[in-house]
């Protein structure tokens, strides 16, 4: 990228989200630096008692959850104007969207723009109480995506990177589509599998499904007829001499089989999954014919043939810093469209019930507007409390958990904090919570995190799930 | 591309003065066998015989050249370099070659990105160094390669250097952590200067040694982001410098007055010091020959011996005895017949590898690679930092293996493996190969795209060659080598199949190549 003044569209900031990261982490306590210190220096010395406390909290693994369809709100969504709407606060906070509307649940109502999620409120659950108090993108996108405080010595997986790990090819996935999708490009703010290593990474399909063909990058081109493929496979094989010379390195044994499994997705049925041409015209258009909705329709395609975690990277613009207003009258209708399309779609395929679609982004906006120019009529970044939305696997649909005040700036009942939502998650997928995850320098680190690690937590979603 | 018609003449030239490849290995082994006065040679062969394990033959001049440059620049050699090479008949070329390629700019590139990785040069996110305090602590790295500075002195700097992040770059050795609490402070040091891992420490001997780190202090100034790294006597009252002790056990006491990392860096670049110079020769060692003495490079304990003691004695006395040289110490390995050894094992005894009877297959890096494919095309590629802000500007022409900031990356190049620099772990590379790596060779548009475009492609086109003279110099571009009589056999045949035109078929030969382990492999 260039150099320039504005990031993404963003106001020149004479701080960065690193800066902020700093200052909080300096006014950690003493005693809650020294804690940490002793967590990473000798988690051995920690380790039997968290073991033995977090037994005591595990649940029996059941799973109800397959998989998980996360619909990622880069940018950070402004919870007033989507969940959590505000007309009694008055026009400085909820603007010209004041008209919020009810739902086919009696109680709920949500923003005017969302017509169609409207109707199928009883699908989901609203959480308007989710809180970190974090306000750097980077850093609360890692928040929300791992449940941990950025700041340690590790980079720790998200959510995606945990449920490959333990749904993908360890627990017996076969597929030849990777197990943890990004539609269509990966957030590219800290690597989503973190200290897991790149076998955990997601796949991210590039290309854009609301074009024909959607040339998944690797999977589908669109220059080369499969003649072609088959042609210069053949030639590839008679040419690479080093496999003859190495019959037994396990290295190129390794590089052969990546090879195989390539050409698999290639040349075999696996990759037709991104095949949009195979469904109808009229759910096509239903769901969008933009890059959002198609991109609801491949997550749709991905779960049913078992892929376990598929993100749409939803980069709408939705850091509106500035012309708030005019952003979400131009972009919401498309989310409505696309994301109650998918919901509807999940149901009539039987798939609602074993798939988690999780909706929301690493924060809420600042609900007073920012009238003045240059914002004329923005929102910044408001970590306090914001939205998230679950459907699916398990999770009850037609509640609310948790609220926000009157002008929805703190929490005020039942704090919702990113890893009680990712633990509940983890939980209705059958992931236990105590597992180890497998750290390169050998540490005892668990899935879901300790009470030793002096996170706070609101409890796990049991009136959801 | 006028360079590129020239080779082509060449490449004839050179490919009727070859004698065909008839020895059993193929392409990839020399029969020249030379007896060695190379005192790495004396031991790693001795001990080979010892354990009756037989050693691969020494490594044609082609695989020699391709090696010597990927080793020693991070970069593929042009068609040109290798071709030069390979008809050169002075039988000390590979000396000189490897004297040349220790002075070239890409020398400093290429080790700056290494020494990069361990020291964590990252802008943003977790290591927040900020992209100008980024960008100045590579220069300064950069130049300290380039300018061949001993390794004690460099090391020496980077644990008692004091001032602005901006102005004295090294000080950001202590800003490039996650953690700035002492023992944390320790690990990274024990970590990137002793190959230990600290956290597996008694967790006295961690105190110890974290105590020199207690008196660090950050402040700061009226200048944007800037911050200044000191020695704070402000702590001295710290309780934690009286229980100062040298992680080989000896107790020290600590004056108020000197910065305690002097006292420690002393105590560490002492000649005498059990882990820093063994580990320094270790890793050397290993960045060359693709697997430690001591394996991991970075994990020396008491469990975890040497494979070769004397080796690496041998190792560290060169680097004591010539002050810390690393590129002597690089001129030496590199001039080993060990190290020249073929990759085609001559036995397949479990203990080979171990005792570097072969040289090891690696998949080249990230870096390597694309800049490899962009070398061989002629395209070039877009960098950017996630969070653009001001300070990180990237040239279009700009290699990867020289870009400063590890928060400035590609899709491509952590599709790779390219180490987040989050821990300075040298396992965080990661060149395993995955299935998305081989579907992106294979089908990507990206590399596709490259292909199609290329100069080579576009100059082959039009300058009327036949495809016997087309196949030899993409060979020897993308390969350095010129093709066997059966390749160019297969390849004349793909060209006269007629299922696809010549500009496709030649197209499909250079995917073909580069799709081949031998390109995608250090061999």
Redesign the interface.
């Known amino acids: 990228?260039?150099?320039?003044?504005n990031?993404d569209g963003e106001p020149f900031k004479?701080y960065?989200?690193?800066?902020i990261?700093?200052l909080r982490d300096t006014a950690i306590t003493r005693r809650e630096?020294?804690r940490?210190?002793l967590l990473?220096?000798?988690g051995l010395?920690l380790g039997h008692h968290l073991s033995l406390r977090a037994l005591e909290a595990a649940p029996s693994p059941q799973a109800k959850a397959k998989a998980v369809i996360q619909i990622w709100m880069w940018g950070g969504p402004p919870h007033l104007d989507t969940f959590d709407p505000k007309p009694e606060a008055g026009s400085d906070y909820c603007g010209p969207l004041n008209k919020p509307i009810a739902t086919n649940v009696d109680g709920i109502r949500i923003c005017e723009l969302m017509p169609l999620l409207a109707k199928q409120a009883d699908k989901y659950s609203i959480i308007r109480s989710m809180t970190h108090g974090v306000n750097g993108?980077?850093?609360a996108s890692?928040m929300v995506q791992t449940a941990r405080a950025?700041?340690?010595?590790?980079?720790y997986p998200c959510a995606g990177a945990v449920v490959s790990l333990f749904k993908g090819y360890n627990a017996g996935y076969h597929g030849?589509i990777?197990p943890y999708i990004v539609l269509t490009?990966?957030q590219?703010?800290?690597?989503e599998e973190g200290?897991l290593?790149?076998?955990y990474?997601p796949?991210?399909t590039?290309g854009d499904p609301a074009k024909t063909p959607f040339?998944v990058?690797?999977?589908v081109?669109?220059?080369?007829t499969e003649?072609?493929?088959k042609?210069?496979r053949e030639?590839?094989h008679?040419?690479?001499?080093?496999?003859r010379?190495?019959p037994?390195?396990s290295?190129?044994a390794?590089?052969a089989q990546?090879?195989k499994?390539?050409?698999d997705?290639?040349l075999g049925d696996a990759g037709k999954v991104f095949d949009l041409t195979q469904e109808k015209d009229d759910l096509r258009d239903r769901y969008g014919r933009n890059t959002f909705g198609q991109s609801c329709l491949v997550a749709r395609r991905l779960v049913e043939r078992g892929v376990p975690y598929v993100t749409i990277n939803y980069k709408g613009g939705w850091d509106t810093h500035k012309e708030n207003f005019q952003t979400m009258r131009r972009r919401l209708p498309e989310m409505d469209k696309g994301m109650s399309t998918l919901l509807q779609d999940l149901t009539d395929h039987g798939l609602l019930d074993k798939t988690i679609v999780w909706w929301g982004g690493e924060f809420g906006r600042t609900p007073k507007v920012m009238w003045e120019a240059p914002w004329n009529g923005g929102r910044g970044h408001h970590g306090e409390v914001f939205s998230a939305v679950l459907a699916g696997g398990g999770f009850k649909g037609g509640h609310i958990v948790g609220s926000s005040d009157a002008k929805g700036e703190a929490v005020q009942t039942r704090p919702v904090y990113p890893c009680d939502l990712l633990g509940s998650m983890y939980e209705l997928l059958g992931i236990d919570p105590n597992a180890k995850l497998p750290h390169?320098?050998g540490?005892d680190v668990r899935v879901a995190p300790c009470p030793a690690e002096g996170l706070k937590t609101g409890g796990r979603l049991t009136e959801i799930m | 591309m006028k360079t590129f018609l020239i080779l082509g003449g060449l490449v004839l030239a050179a490919f009727s003065s070859l004698p065909a490849e008839e020895t059993p290995g193929g392409p990839q082994q020399s029969n020249s066998s030379s007896s060695s006065q190379n005192p790495i040679d004396k031991i790693v062969f001795a001990r080979l015989n010892q354990l009756n394990i037989q050693p691969a033959r020494v490594c044609s001049d082609a695989v020699f050249v391709r090696r010597a440059y990927l080793d020693i620049i991070g970069t593929l050699p042009k068609g040109t370099e290798a071709e030069a090479f390979e008809m050169d008949v002075s039988p000390h070329k590979r000396a000189a070659l490897i004297d040349r390629l220790l002075e070239r700019d890409e020398f400093a590139d290429y080790w700056a990105m290494k020494w990069s990785d361990l020291l964590r040069v990252k802008a943003e996110f977790p290591i927040n160094l900020w992209p100008n305090a980024a960008q100045a602590y590579h220069r300064w790295i950069r130049a300290g390669i380039k300018d061949n500075e001993p390794y004690d002195r460099f090391a020496r700097q980077l644990l008692t250097a004091s001032g602005s992040n901006f102005r004295v770059p090294p000080v950001n050795f202590y800003r490039a952590l996650q953690n700035k609490e002492p023992r944390a402070i320790a690990q990274a040091v024990a970590l990137t200067f002793m190959g230990t891992r600290a956290e597996k420490w008694p967790a006295g001997q961690l105190d110890g040694m974290a105590a020199f780190f207690s008196e660090i202090g950050y402040k700061p100034t009226a200048e944007w982001k800037e911050e200044i790294v000191l020695f704070d006597m402000a702590k001295t009252t710290n309780r934690l410098a009286q229980a100062a002790a040298f992680p080989d056990g000896a107790p020290v006491r600590l004056s108020p007055e000197r910065d305690p990392r002097e006292v420690f860096a002393d105590w560490l670049i002492d000649p005498k010091n059990p882990w820093f110079t063994q580990n320094i020769a270790n890793r050397v060692w290993s960045w060359l020959l693709g697997r430690g003495i001591i394996q991991e490079p970075d994990d020396f304990r008491a469990d975890n011996p040497p494979s070769d003691p004397q080796l690496l004695a041998l190792l560290e006395k060169e680097l004591i005895d010539s002050h810390y040289d690393l590129k002597r110490l690089f001129r030496l390995i590199l001039n080993s017949k060990t190290y020249q050894l073929s990759s085609v094992p001559a036995a397949a005894t479990p203990e080979a590898a171990a005792h570097f009877a072969s040289y090891p297959l690696r998949r080249l890096e990230a870096e390597v690679l694309i800049d490899a494919l962009d070398q061989i095309t002629g395209t070039s590629e877009n960098y950017s930092s996630a969070i653009p802000e001001p300070y990180t500007f990237i040239p279009g022409d700009v290699r990867s293996i020289a870009l400063p900031d590890g928060s400035i990356g590609s899709a491509f190049l952590d599709m790779f493996g390219r180490p987040p620099r989050d821990t300075g772990l040298e396992s965080e590379r990661n060149n395993r190969p995955t299935a998305d790596q081989r579907l992106h060779l294979l089908n990507s548009s990206h590399v596709q795209n490259k292909i199609e475009q290329s100069h080579m492609i576009q100059n082959l086109m039009q300058s009327n060659r036949t495809t016997r003279q087309m196949a030899a110099a993409m060979y020897m571009v993308i390969l350095s080598r010129l093709p066997t009589e059966d390749e160019l056999k297969i390849t004349e045949g793909y060209f006269q199949s007629g299922s696809v035109n010549k500009r496709q078929a030649a197209v499909d030969v250079a995917w073909a190549l580069i799709n081949s382990a031998e390109f995608l492999y250090r061999h």
């Open positions: 990228m260039r150099y320039q003044l990031a004479p960065s989200d690193a800066l990261t700093r630096a020294v940490r210190a990473g220096a000798g010395l993108h980077e850093t890692y950025s700041g340690g010595r590790d980079v030849l990777p490009e990966p590219g703010r800290f690597s200290f290593g790149s076998r990474q796949f991210a590039g040339a990058e690797g999977v081109s669109a220059s080369i003649n072609r493929q042609g210069r030639l590839l008679k040419l690479d001499c080093l496999p010379v190495l037994a390195n290295e190129l390794a590089s990546c090879e499994e390539a050409y997705l290639i390169p320098a540490l």
